[in-house]
């Protein structure tokens, strides 16, 4: 497997590795040959992993491309809640509190590479630190109160911050981890009540409070007891067996951590945090279009730093997408050069990278949603009157283009097949697919891990069957849980 190190000055990096290439991120994100390589191991070891950083991207894109990454995301994202990671690391408190019962200081830090140290007596906690985190190289902090020593928080580290005399400590744990002989894995905790987190607030939910009643009647009727719940309630959501999320769901913001959360705790639940992580960013899903062949529209990532004539490929109008952007927010048509100006610098305060896509103009979106990998209602989203997008947010009313409901059994075969081929790259849970159809073609525009189920709209064909499906599929994961 070719081994790939990623760093923003491969020019200072000193250890000599047989058969390891030491590239930059921007490298490893524009790279064509890297991009369709096949059985990559990659080491990310940027300096920042902060959501929408560069080195967010590389793991992100690694794990779109199927290249083997660490750390990856879902890592990336346990670590800006430490209060979760502490909590994890109380399932081996006794052998921090022995590891560090010598310790005559009330506090200690010890850097970790790869599960290793510079000190034996520390390997057998770092080996299952490094478990619990799967970060290259990090340092740990532990505090001492009452004679209790406690973990307080988790710092990565890149290749600078590593000192000379710890360089040997590197290499040598490098070499153990390329050679696939490293100790410890992905650490997993282990633990018929169901909630929906839902938010009464949302201007646009998706679902609408008459189907939050059909969902709560299905769970009823299949065995769950039900609860709703708000954000205000996170600290219930290890009293459950199962957690719904009926609230649009984005990465930097209260409902992924509900999901980690319920996932830590050994808690069924809907969107699970993988999905969230690839659905909401459409950087890392045109990458898996683009590696998985799906046809979809003509793409591209732009890099903030990048000249725009790496556009000159693309013909006005076109779309400009922010990675989180949902409910047609975040998405742009420029019709010429001004308008690509004024629109990139807006766009761009919120990420380093932008999707810029070819503009395929519909009369409708077909929406395919597939729960376990399996079509169970299709519609036909109508742009807005007047406009582009099937929600048009300039306006105060009428906005909404109309919405036609079909059966499975009255969409075209080639449709469903293409959805859940796109759904099999995601996950198993529930999703609905954005297709468009243009001169007989079909082509994928996203996959949502939260889509629209609204009383009346998508449930207008198999009715209270579409919410007895869905809550069948939580019963049948808990009880294989």
């Known amino acids: 497997m070719p081994k790939v190190i990623i760093t923003e000055n491969p020019s200072s990096?000193?250890?000599?590795?047989?058969?390891?290439?030491v590239i930059t991120p921007a490298d490893y994100l524009t790279n064509n040959q890297l991009q369709n390589a096949k059985n990559l191991k990659i080491i990310n070891l940027c300096k920042s992993y902060h959501y929408q950083s560069m080195g967010y991207y590389v793991s992100l894109l690694a794990e779109a491309r199927g290249h083997k990454v660490i750390p990856k995301v879902s890592t990336i994202q346990d670590l800006r809640y430490p209060s979760l990671i502490r909590e994890d690391a109380l399932?081996?408190?006794?052998?921090?509190?022995?590891?560090?019962?010598?310790?005559?200081?009330?506090?200690?830090?010890?850097?970790?590479?790869?599960?290793?140290?510079?000190?034996?007596?520390?390997n057998k906690l770092a080996t299952l630190l490094f478990?619990?985190?799967?970060?290259?190289?990090?340092?740990?902090?532990?505090?001492?109160?009452?004679k209790n020593w406690s973990l307080q928080y988790i710092k990565p580290l890149d290749f600078s911050e590593v000192p000379p005399e710890d360089r040997s400590i590197l290499s040598k744990a490098l070499q153990q981890y390329f050679s696939g002989k490293q100790s410890g894995s992905n650490y997993q905790r282990k633990k018929y009540d169901l909630a929906i987190l839902i938010n009464?607030?949302?201007?646009?939910?998706?679902?609408?409070?008459?189907?939050?009643?059909?969902?709560?009647?299905?769970a009823d009727k299949v065995g769950f007891g039900v609860d709703l719940i708000t954000k205000n309630d996170f600290g219930k959501v290890i009293q459950y067996d199962a957690l719904f999320i009926r609230e649009t769901t984005n990465v930097n913001h209260h409902t992924f951590r509900f999901a980690k959360k319920a996932e830590s705790e050994g808690i069924v639940v809907m969107d699970d945090s993988e999905s969230i992580?690839?659905?909401?960013?459409?950087?890392?899903?045109?990458?898996?279009?683009?590696?998985?062949?799906?046809?979809?529209?003509?793409?591209?990532?732009l890099r903030k730093d990048a000249?725009?004539?790496?556009?000159?490929?693309?013909?006005?109008p076109f779309v400009l997408k922010q990675p989180d952007s949902c409910y047609s927010q975040g998405v742009v048509k420029v019709n010429n050069e001004k308008e690509l100006k004024n629109a990139i610098g807006g766009l761009f305060q919120k990420s380093d990278l932008l999707i810029v896509q070819e503009f395929m103009p519909t009369s409708f979106d077909w929406r395919i949603g597939v729960l376990d990998n399996t079509p169970f209602y299709v519609c036909k989203y109508y742009m807005a009157r007047n406009h582009w997008q099937i929600v048009d947010w300039s306006k105060s009313s009428d906005k909404e283009g109309r919405v036609e409901t079909l059966s499975i059994a009255d969409t075209p075969g080639p449709i469903l097949e293409l959805a859940i081929r796109v759904t099999k790259l995601i996950g198993d849970g529930l999703y609905g697919v954005d297709i468009k159809e243009s001169n007989g073609q079909y082509y994928v525009i996203e996959v949502n891990d939260n889509p629209s189920i609204d009383a009346g709209i998508e449930d207008k064909v198999i009715r209270d069957q579409l919410y007895i499906n869905i809550m069948d599929s939580f019963m049948q994961r808990v009880k294989t849980y």
């Open 131 to 146: 478990s619990l985190i799967q970060t290259p190289i990090f340092k740990v902090s532990f505090i001492c109160k009452k």
């Open 307 to 316: 000249p725009l004539d790496v556009l000159k490929s693309f013909h006005f």
């Open 91 to 122: 399932d081996f408190d006794d052998l921090i509190q022995d590891t560090l019962k010598n310790v005559d200081h009330h506090s200690f830090e010890l850097s970790v590479y790869f599960g290793k140290t510079g000190n034996e007596q520390y």
């Open 277 to 301: 992580l690839k659905c909401t960013n459409k950087v890392y899903l045109n990458e898996v279009l683009l590696s998985n062949n799906i046809p979809a529209p003509k793409s591209y990532t």
């Open 200 to 218: 009464p607030e949302e201007v646009t939910p998706p679902s609408n409070a008459k189907a939050i009643q059909k969902f709560v009647k299905a």
């Open 13 to 21: 990096w000193d250890i000599d590795l047989e058969n390891v290439s």
